[in-house]
Nanobody, 122 residues
Framework: QVQLVESGGASVQAGGSLRLSCAAS?????MGWFRQAPGKEREGVAT???????VYADSVKGRFTISKDNAENTLYLQMNDLKPEDTAMYYC???????????????????WGQGTQVTVSS
């Protein structure tokens, strides 16, 4: 069982930056960030596998960076040049799957945090 606790969400203006954190308990092979805007499905933002392999959604490439502090077992999402369309509840997710699967597909993750709200105003 993996428990995840997100923090760092806030309200910022367009062009600003935020760093989200996800404190994890227990081992996980792959961790990721997902987001869900009102009326929309939850979508993958960025994921990181053990060994530091990362995958990003096209919409955030070049603006967001996912990283992990293994000593603290904490996942981060550095978000720069934020846009109003980045407004959403952001969730941390984790799994222990080492095979081939869609890492940006929410169905690949059994463990989820409670979410942290990011609001970007224009």
């Amino acid at each position: 069982q993996v428990q995840l606790v997100e923090s760092g969400g806030a309200s910022v203006q367009a062009g600003g930056s935020l760093r989200l954190s996800c404190a994890a308990s227990g081992y996980s092979y792959c961790m990721g960030w997902f987001r869900q805007a009102p009326g929309k499905e939850r979508e993958g933002v960025a994921t990181r596998r053990a060994g530091d392999t990362t995958v990003y959604a096209d919409s955030v490439k070049g603006r967001f960076t996912i990283s992990k502090d293994n000593a603290e077992n904490t996942l981060y999402l550095q978000m720069n040049d934020l846009k109003p369309e980045d407004t959403a509840m952001y969730y941390c997710a984790a799994n222990n799957y080492q095979g081939a699967y869609m890492v940006l597909d929410r169905r690949s993750y059994p463990y989820w945090g409670q979410g942290t709200q990011v609001t970007v105003s224009s």
